[in-house]
């Protein structure tokens, strides 16, 4: 299993980015993909997570409105469009898949290596 993110950078508050994930090694088109994110000193958070079906989709409350996830399966792709982005989403946002709640914060049994992704006020 490979994952492997792209597109985090500095940005100011209300901009936008668009982070993507490559995968490969497993069969993507099968699998419910997540965005999770990590912030300095916090524990795993998910962030989305899209499935092939269209009541798979789901956003954490702090980015509905915000941010809109989407795949390509065809390229086994993965994507986060994030809009009018704020200091709050400061954090290392990873693709990950098999993510599980601990009740203390999230378990992934694999991710990529991260990409960072900095709002300034």
């Known amino acids: 299993v490979q994952l492997v993110e792209s597109g985090g950078t500095l940005v100011q508050a209300g901009g936008s980015l668009r982070l993507s994930c490559a995968a490969s090694?497993?069969?993507?088109?099968?699998?419910?993909m997540w965005w999770v994110r990590q912030a300095p000193g916090k524990g795993l958070e998910w962030v989305s997570r899209?499935?092939?079906?269209?009541?798979?989709?789901d956003y954490t409350d702090e980015v509905k409105g915000r941010f809109t996830v989407s795949r390509d399966n065809a390229k086994n792709m993965f994507y986060l469009q994030m809009n009018n982005l704020k200091p709050a989403d400061t954090a290392v946002y990873y693709c990950a898949k098999g993510c599980v709640d601990t009740g203390d914060g999230y378990n992934c049994n694999s991710r990529g290596q991260g990409t960072q992704v900095t709002v300034s006020s």
């Open positions: 899209l499935g092939n079906l269209p009541e798979s989709i």
């Open positions: 090694g497993f069969t993507f088109s099968r699998v419910v």
